[in-house]
């Protein structure tokens, strides 16, 4: 039955003629290393120093067992009750996903995308425009004030939805809720999403505005404040109508994004509320140490309040930085684009031990006559 | 700082105005109902009776720690190295996903969406029609033969790409290898996608046929014959310029979408060859002693190479019995659409004692007067 072997495998050089148009024009998003070596201080992907809650590990170890082998609830129900108890939301004002970006695209997909532009800072997470390649969403950039700050002015314009994270990213500056509510309060014909991957290491949260603007999607991530990026788990709370719009999306796309595990363990981390507080105070307390202690160096650090902190330093370049600190084993973030962000570098705040090997390493760079 | 409460949550009936044009226009999946009570015969999802393989159940155990802070590898390399090694092609040529619907869902965007039509049976996995609405696919359907069969020949004709799965759902019904090659010999220019969800339990799998066929993408779950529906695991097996266009949309969507748990189950399922064989064994045996006590009570059984039957009875509509059966804790599966199908029923090849429980419960039905 087995015809000869053609060697369409090895001629072939135009197998882009299978793809669609869409895939044609992507650009994809580029995630931070995940080296697989032993013995690296990582602070390149804003992972929290510390593990995930003791009741979240012992949730996920019961799901070890023979009911693996039947789907997951598609409608992850009791994940959804506890991400609604810890928030003091309806559990119908809850979306969850596999990761916040699973929960990002399907909100570009299902709510952002109008005729008018879609409205979103012009340094910010690089993954938007991405979500905008791929599903045809128009878009403008709106450029951060001098101090790398949202202006929320800038964006009291026609627009198709508007969605920043907060605490920006790769910047940390956080906006007040204040000034949300004074956008909200103008721009109530288009979503607004914001995006609180970091919010938990100092901010207050705009959950709290959900009941009041049902325009307005918050979306919040299990990888961060509560230890799970190894789970992929994300969340967004708003007005039922807008959870229908996502529903409706994820149901046309995949009926189980969340596993078992998925769900047992990230339902038992919402749930234990004082070991993410503990973790979050140490996390803040870090940060505050290290910062003081770059700036000793003459560093030059935005003010955060996230779990990593965006610095430059007037001597030196940030990619240069960046590979001197490689070349001792610490890994940190750098982003070439746009111009006006490449002087710095991005850090993750890990543990007070390896903060320490950083600003060592640091001052051993500085020491270092170019 | 809080403004008046207003009232928008109860008045506001038109939250629709938010959604994209998208969301407005889709008809989402249904998939089979996942019932929260326990004492349930459960023969509507086609889970596989069996749980995973002990070893799979042993690396998720050991994936319980402090190491779920940190993100998945996006790549998931290990568990393409372990898929690849199980079916004898190389990890370029393997893409994965967060179960094959996923992997499905970025197909039809990648691979299928062109001017040409996509053709699908009309007969299929129900999924089918609704990617095409979320992506604004355009499809043909093309009819089964009158005994509910795929017909290559039907399908050589102008299309933009063409799928099906095989054993084709939800009748079970296997199209011959030789068939799938015939197709592909005259069909060069567009994707042929074949659905293996189920091949495991009975059929020849076209993986085979990859090397010699550069248009030809086979998808793979670990849902069903790897006992695990609970892990989110699916994946796609072809040339690396189809796994590119894959790879390129899951980079635009969703960096990691299997976690730690998934990536290191999955690879120990796929390298437990006896187990999984041990275990189509026994759904097989049993499809079989199933399928003849079927028709002792006088059913028509679809040739089944699935691990699910097809049935239907000339006496008793597919609704009643469905309803009967349920009333009697047993749950199976019935589709209202397209009508031809309306009389059958889908079953799920249970344990031994779950079908006894069926053939038991079925006698009852029948041997109730009307």
Known sequence: MLAPPNIAWKKNKSMSRFWSAVVHGLTPYVPGEQPKLANLVKLNTNENPYGPSPKALEA???????????????????????????????????????????????????????????????????????????????????????????????????????????????TGCLLPLADIERLLEVNADSVVVVDEAYIDFGGESAVALVDRYPQLLVIHTLSKSRSLAGLRVGYAIGHPGLIDALTRVKDSFNSYPLDRFAIAGAAAAMEDRSYFEETCRKVVATRSRLVGELEALGFDVLPSAANFIFARHAGHEGAELTAKLRERSIIVRHFRNPARIAPFMRITVGTDAECDSLVAALKEVLATPV
Do not use: W
């Open 60 to 170: 996920m170890r019961a799901e070890v067992g023979d009911s693996l082998r039947l789907y997951p609830d598609p409608n992850a129900d009791r994940l959804k009750a506890a991400i609604a108890e810890y928030h003091g939301v309806k559990p119908a004002q809850v979306f969850v996903g596999n990761g916040s970006d699973e929960v990002l695209g399907h909100t570009f997909l299902a709510l952002l995308k109008h005729e008018k532009p879609l409205l979103f800072p012009d340094i910010t997470y690089s993954f938007y425009p991405v979500y905008c390649g791929l599903y045809g969403v128009n878009y403008k950039t709106v450029p951060l004030t001098k101090s790398f700050e949202i202006r929320v002015e800038d964006y009291m314009v026609p627009n198709g939805g508007i969605i920043f994270p907060n605490p920006n990213a790769p």
